[in-house]
């Protein structure tokens, strides 16, 4: 009796346990999962805030990844129950848009934690990046990114130059900047959205505007393997005009007899030795 009952006993206990482990493996169907976080701490901390639409948003603190996410249509943005630890007092943000025109990077301080805690309403940066990192004087290039539609843009080339933009519906800007003097600089940009200004980028982008004299000499090496290269080839031309050239007077010569003249002298000159 007992031998039949284990019979039976047996494969129901084995086929509930590989139901339990199918349904812990299966994801949930239908849901898109947006958060991604790493689970170590011992107080609970969450962000809300705006950035642009379809932005992905990455959350790290000392150097170490803590979560990240993706913003909604609206560039609405959460990230909730993040884990840290006691102290918690600065978390940075990176934020990439979706077109990956450029990025930006911001950090905040914060009371240090001693408990559960929350950080809303931020306004991320605008994303920042430039059609070139060089440029002549005279010349141009621009800058463009991603923030929320229809916001305040500043760019900020130097102390004494600012450029300031619209983002259209979708958020986007762009901007040309041309007539800079010679030198470095580094673009920062920075965006208001319904009177909230944006938290301070840390990450900005370098462009330096060159003179011409300062632009061949960067570009010296390669200007002199292109002059190289240049007097290679007139140096082939040269050898190959000469070829067709001799071809061409010995056809002359031929044509007007001179060459056959002198054969004939030659000829001449053996018959009479031989002859005498």
Not at 43 to 57: D, E, K, N, Q, V
Not at 97 to 105: A, E, M, N, W
């Amino acid at each position: 009796m007992r031998k039949i009952y284990l019979i039976f006993v047996i494969p129901a206990l084995l086929f509930l346990t590989s139901g339990f482990r199918a349904e812990a493996a299966a994801p949930a169907t239908g849901s898109a999962v947006t958060n991604v976080q790493a689970s170590v701490g011992k107080y609970y901390f969450s962000i809300t805030g705006l950035a642009s639409p379809f932005a992905s948003i990455v959350m790290s603190s000392s150097g170490f990844f803590q979560a990240s996410t993706v913003a909604d249509p609206r560039g609405y943005f959460s990230i909730s129950n993040v884990f840290v630890n006691e102290g918690f007092s600065e978390f940075c943000l990176e934020t990439i848009d979706y077109k990956r025109v450029g990025d930006s990077l911001t950090c905040i301080e914060i009371e240090p934690l001693m408990g559960d805690g929350r950080k809303d309403n931020i306004l991320l940066p605008p994303t920042l990046g430039l059609s070139g990192k060089k440029i002549r004087v005279g010349s141009s290039v621009f800058a463009s990114g991603y923030s929320m539609p229809n916001a305040n843009i500043k760019v900020s080339i130097s102390k004494d130059i600012i450029l300031n933009t619209l983002t259209d519906s979708k958020g986007f800007y762009k901007i040309e900047i041309k007539d800079l003097p010679a030198g470095k600089y580094l673009l920062i940009a920075s965006a208001k959205y319904q009177k909230i200004d944006s938290e301070k980028s840390i990450r900005g982008k370098e462009l330096e505007s060159l003179s011409l004299s300062k632009l061949i000499l960067q570009n010296l090496p390669r200007i002199l393997l292109i002059v190289l290269l240049v007097l290679l080839v007139i140096i082939l031309l040269i050898i190959l005009i000469s070829k067709k050239t001799r071809k061409r007077i010995r056809d002359y010569l031929l044509d007007k007899g001179i060459i056959a003249k002198k054969e004939e002298k030659r000829k001449l000159h053996h018959e009479w030795f031989i002859g005498f």
